[in-house]
């Protein structure tokens, strides 16, 4: 699969939700789609006009949005939950059930074949190394893992921030040194895929995790601001320090001195990292005031973000999932569409999307009850498929 999303953690349980993340979610996604419908269908040759590149750069947002927000979510709900973290009750558990389950859907999206009886007697390794390289989800959940332990480790806010602050940064600036680092004589593949993209992983730990940790950071100083009841002090600094980031970042990357490695500037650059976190939280800044200005800004956008696990899940399972005789609508279709056809074809699926995130949401709403009963169902039937199916 080609790039991001998550995503938020799945729940069934109704919150309090803050709609400006949902906003920051719901964006990603939209972009995400019309990201993955290009990536798959858009003739090779149109990328080589000038203004893909922009349209290439704005959607390279998407996934650091996506990590960010899961950090920033993770922390603002870790506020009301700190105590049963600590105590590890119950409440630490499903959150971690919850992570694993992030986890796993990041791997099941990237099973070579469908088919249990395949995967275990009828194929060999090389078909096997699909299924290993780390996407979106895979990053999300080993660096909500990290924070989790950090909670476990640090027992207080302060020095949780502390420690994801630290975090942060040694990944953001390691990862010039990472990137490039063979580490497959000291790890097997299944691991070494968490270290760089030298096998094929899109979202590597280095520098990708540090978008999540910085995510976590910015939401323990929201919680500081938002209980001394300022928080447009904390949303008008965000901005201030996007605008100085971005600056500070291209300033020195303009230097003509570096302490890195010779290392890819797009994929493994602090300054490039810095840039991108720069605008993310430009973004979180300018929707919270979005939504403060809108009386709760809720829209169809903030609708898909507070379902983004299954519109991410969906909308790839509907361009890569393997249903059509053994292949894919990106197999089948290729990259042979005009920029009309493919934004037509992003249109659609978004719309799909969208009415699948307001069916969702409208039943969890309606009964719970019936929210698991289908939720378990179709989790039934995949399993069922998934352990029968002969090829």
Known sequence: MSQPVPSSLPSLQPKQRYVYIDLLRGWAVLVMIETHVTNAFLIPTIRLQP???????????????FL?????????????????YLSLNGILWKQLG????????????????????????????????????????????VSLLLMLAFVLIARTHRTFLILLGVAACAVAFASPFASTWNVD????????????????????????MSFVLFGGAAGELFAIFRSKNVEEKFFFGTFGIGMLLIVLAVAAHVQPVTIFPPHDFWTASPEFLFI??????????TLWFWERAAHSGKSIVSLIGSESLVTYTAHLLVIYGLFIHGESLSLIIGTTRSVPEVAGMA???IGAMAGLAYIWNS????????????QYSILGIVLLVFFTKPY
């Open 51 to 65: 203004w893909f590149g922009t349209l290439n750069f704005i959607n390279g947002i998407v996934a650091p949005s």
């Open 68 to 84: 960010f927000v899961a950090g920033y979510a993770f922390a603002i709900v870790g506020q009301r939950k700190w105590q049963d």
């Open 98 to 141: 919850r992570i694993l389950q992030i986890w796993a859907v990041g791997y099941a999206l990237h099973l070579p074949f469908f088919s249990f009886n395949k995967l275990a007697f009828l194929i060999g390794w090389d078909e096997w190394r699909s299924f290993w390289p780390v996407d979106v989800l895979q990053c999300i959940a």
């Open 185 to 208: 004589r000291m790890v097997s593949l299944p691991f070494s895929n968490y270290v760089n993209a030298l096998h094929g992983s899109l979202f590597p730990v280095f520098p990708w």
């Open 276 to 285: 991108r976190l720069g605008i993310v939280l430009i973004i979180l800044a």
């Open 347 to 349: 249109v659609l699926l």
């Open 363 to 374: 039943l969890k709403k309606k009964s719970m009850f019936y929210a698991r009963v289908l």
